[in-house]
């Protein structure tokens, strides 16, 4: 049985658009309710609707293509004060470790470390996790903008698959500080007891 939307619950400060990539109908209600909360319903703003629903359903089919379950867009984190940032869900396997490293199957930890090298391992309410987190500099024509990129590697109830966390945190300043805040978001992760399959 597939380890879906229903089975996982996060906390999301401020306002995030959620977008459940497993419930097609729900997507779209999801996307449609958004766009006009958003935009308005100006006639004049048609086309721009249109569009933004069009962009939300290809980022939509995108993720899902590459196995996601589900998409959170960050809108705003207080009332007025914009935020942007995406993070993305998906089930993955557990990687190779290096030939002729030992792999114990019960000890959770050294499993992660070696699966993991270099990355900082966690401990969540949830469970065990690891996090690598780094900084770059975008350049759209003349501006520049920082970037934070965060992945999260958290073990399952099953402790067979992963829960793989993508953030995305354009024009973030400050990594260590958006990192802080990240790992409180994934730690607030929770997981229902069902048996989980990577997409």
């Avoid at 007025?80 to 990687?95: E, N, R």
């Avoid at 770059?136 to 992963?162: C, F, H, M």
């Avoid at 354009?170 to 069902?194: C, H, K, N, W």
Wanted: proline share 8%; no cysteine.
């Amino acid at each position: 049985m597939k380890f879906a939307e229903a089975n996982l619950s996060i906390v999301l400060p401020g306002s995030w658009l959620t977008l459940p990539l497993d419930d097609p109908p729900t997507l779209e209600r999801q996307i449609a309710s958004v766009v006009k909360r958003r935009i308005g319903r100006d006639d004049r703003l048609a086309r721009l609707r249109r569009d933004a629903k069009e962009q939300l359903r290809g980022m939509a089919a995108a993720a899902a293509a590459a196995g996601a379950f589900r998409v959170a867009l960050s809108l705003e984190i207080l009332p007025g004060v914009p935020f942007p940032a995406a993070m993305v869900l998906d089930y993955s396997d557990w990687p190779p470790t290096a030939p002729g490293s030992p792999v114990p199957a019960d000890d959770t930890e050294q499993r992660l470390r070696l699966a993991f090298p270099g990355a900082e391992l966690l401990s969540l309410d949830s469970g065990l996790a690891v996090r690598r987190a780094f900084a770059s500099t975008i350049r759209a024509g003349e501006e520049t903008t920082n970037d934070v990129k965060i992945q999260y590697w958290l073990v399952t109830p099953d402790d067979d698959k992963l829960l793989h966390i993508v953030v995305d945190a354009p024009m973030a300043s400050d990594t260590e500080l958006y990192t802080q805040l990240f790992d409180a978001i994934v730690d607030s992760v929770r997981f229902s007891g069902i048996a989980v399959a990577a997409s």
